[in-house]
């Protein structure tokens, strides 16, 4: 494995790493992505941006986080008063929008199929060991997405 590839593959998919693993972690068990984490994915997802095609780059991330983050947000809210009942965690929403300062908004759809198949296993297997799936079975989505961020990454998604 060449030194380049390490660079230029490699290094981009684990990078959020330190960021992704706690917040799946703390989801997992709290049911919560804390602000903090959030706030650091994006920074650094900024940063990254920044790095690679300066201000100008950065700032285009950030309003695509931005959009990103209204987008969910109205589409949670949307889900909220169609069903009676909160679908979507405001943590999961703040996490789509920093992890789009990674992606940009082209790997945003990636990011959703990734996290969205892997939950949809995880729920698949559960019912095949026989574990009973309701409508109103809570899943923590942050793994997922974290997993579906780190899947936009390596297929190369913009970022």
């Known amino acids: 494995m060449s030194a380049a590839f390490l660079v230029t593959t490699v290094l981009p998919v684990l990078l959020p790493l330190p960021l992704t693993l706690p917040a799946s972690l703390i989801d ?3 049911r919560i992505i804390p602000d903090g984490l959030n706030l650091a994915l994006l920074v650094l997802g900024l940063a990254v941006a920044a790095g690679a095609g300066g201000a100008p780059a950065a700032g285009s991330r950030l309003a695509e986080a931005g959009l990103a983050f209204g987008l969910v947000w109205a589409l ?32 945003l ?11 949809l296993a995880l729920v698949g297997l559960g019912a095949l060991a ?18 579906g961020l780190h899947a936009a990454l390596l297929l190369g998604a913009p970022g």
């Not at 979507?88 to 789009?100: I, N, Q, R, Y």
């Not at 759809?109 to 939950?119: E, N, Q």
Request: glycine letters at 16%; aromatic letters at 6%.
């Open 28 to 30: 997992l068990r709290r």
């Open 76 to 107: 949670r809210a949307l889900h909220a008063r169609l069903s009676g009942r909160i679908g979507l965690g405001l943590g999961d929403v703040k996490f789509m929008g920093a992890a789009t300062a990674w992606t940009g908004l082209a790997g």
């Open 109 to 119: 759809p990636v990011l959703i199929l990734g996290a969205s198949l892997s939950a």
């Open 130 to 147: 026989g574990r009973r799936i309701e409508r109103a079975t809570a899943l923590p989505f942050g793994p997922f997405l974290a997993l």
